[in-house]
């Protein structure tokens, strides 16, 4: 049997202990001593110190080898919640959670993110509270909020930077006006690395290298390596979507370049393609349900989107070799049409050692990807060390 990996170069304090409790696993002193090195009395601190902040609770007796059984100890997901915040191009979907990404309450409206940063936030705030209420918590309850963004984010800051679909919100303090309104941390971030997260958080979390690609009116990816999402120097790593296609038409796109993916393979291109045959498509929606209802001619204009797609994937699966790509966004909902496309493209023009054991698959997450990742942001923030020290502190 293999021997437990001691930690005590790194678990110096309770918020480090407490890592080890994360996942779930009730632990006994005894068990926490042989993992971390740490003394008995330095264990029995750290540990009155986590259930007097009712981070963990004892949770029964373990099996004895003689004498008293010892008492074991486990995470109490629901001392403290999280507010989810998804906003798209027309729509706002909010969850309040546990500190364990279980739903507690959820809502979903319709709200245009080009009506402004006020009335969003404001209509943020407000459901904010009525899910608190529906849940039976209050906002004193509320640990952090995430949220998703239909636009580049600074991440360092949480203000949106130049958003194409988002007038008005350019150098917003997001941040700022959310956190005066319900009193606790917020964090920001781009809705596709959240809609990554919470894919990889919830349905593949012993994957380590992911990329995960939306598909709508824009296209965009996040980017998983190592199991860490990664965001690059700025925040705007993983925007396939303005990468020109390989042979592309020199289509204007809205970032002010030719011949950009989004432009050539997003859901607005493929309806103003199928608009120009006579066809009834405005949007992406349009695009997937004239693709559910049979149409030949727009299933072939999503399995040649997906083509295109995949020309640009092909050079992202090569550069970071992912186990795993999941496509997800409204356009996903067009189903194997599109995904074939991208399938034919991307094994037949990547590296063979980069695609021998690659899957390509439709999101499990779908519409609810974004809240739980949103979900999954806030509650590392509230739970890594530092913070767990500073509460206890």
Wanted: proline share 6%; aromatic share 2%.
């Amino acid at each position: 049997m293999s021997q437990p990996v001691r930690l005590a170069t790194r678990t110096t304090g309770a918020g480090e202990l407490f890592q080890l409790f994360r996942n779930g696993s009730a632990r006994t002193r005894a068990e926490l001593v042989s993992i971390t090195g740490q003394s008995r009395s330095t264990i029995a601190a750290r540990i009155d110190s986590l259930l007097a902040a009712g981070l963990i609770a004892p949770a029964g007796e373990a099996s004895s080898t003689g004498g008293r059984p010892p008492t074991t100890f486990a995470f109490q997901p629901d001392v403290r919640v999280v507010l989810a915040v998804d906003l798209g191009a027309t729509h706002a979907r909010l969850a309040l959670t546990d500190l364990a990404a279980n739903v507690l309450a959820q809502t979903y409206a319709t709200r245009p993110i080009a009506d402004g940063p006020e009335p969003v936030l404001a209509h943020v705030m407000t459901a904010g509270r009525d899910l608190a209420a529906a849940a039976g918590r209050t906002l004193t309850d509320l640990a952090a909020v995430g949220v998703g963004l239909p636009g580049p984010v600074e991440h360092s800051t949480g203000r949106p930077i130049n958003p194409p679909i988002m007038p008005g919100w350019d150098d917003s303090d997001v941040p700022g006006i959310l956190a005066a309104g319900l009193g606790t941390t917020v964090l920001v971030d781009n809705d596709v690395n959240i809609m990554a997260l919470g894919e990889h958080r919830t349905w593949w979390p012993d994957v380590a290298d992911m990329l995960f690609v939306k598909l709508g009116t824009g296209i965009g990816a996040g980017i998983i390596s190592e199991g860490v999402l990664h965001r690059g120097a700025q925040g705007s790593a993983g925007d396939i979507g303005h990468v020109a296609v390989p042979s592309g038409a020199q289509v204007p796109c809205r970032c002010g370049n030719l011949g950009c993916l989004e432009a050539i393979a997003g859901g607005a291109a493929i309806a103003e393609t199928l608009a120009r045959e006579g066809m009834a498509a405005r949007s992406s929606s349009d695009v997937v349900a004239l693709v559910r209802s049979g149409d030949p001619a727009a299933a072939r204009a999503v399995y040649q989107a997906g083509r295109e797609i995949g020309s640009v994937l092909a050079a992202a699966v090569s550069l970071l070799n992912p186990s795993i790509v999941v496509i997800g966004g409204n356009l996903a909902e067009a189903g194997e049409q599109l995904v074939a496309g991208i399938r034919e493209v991307v094994y037949r023009r990547s590296l063979p050692l980069a695609t021998q054991d690659l899957q390509i698959v439709l999101s499990k997450g779908r519409e609810n990807a974004g809240v739980l990742g949103a979900s999954a942001m806030a509650i590392d923030h509230v739970l890594s060390p530092a913070e767990i020290d500073a509460l206890i502190a």
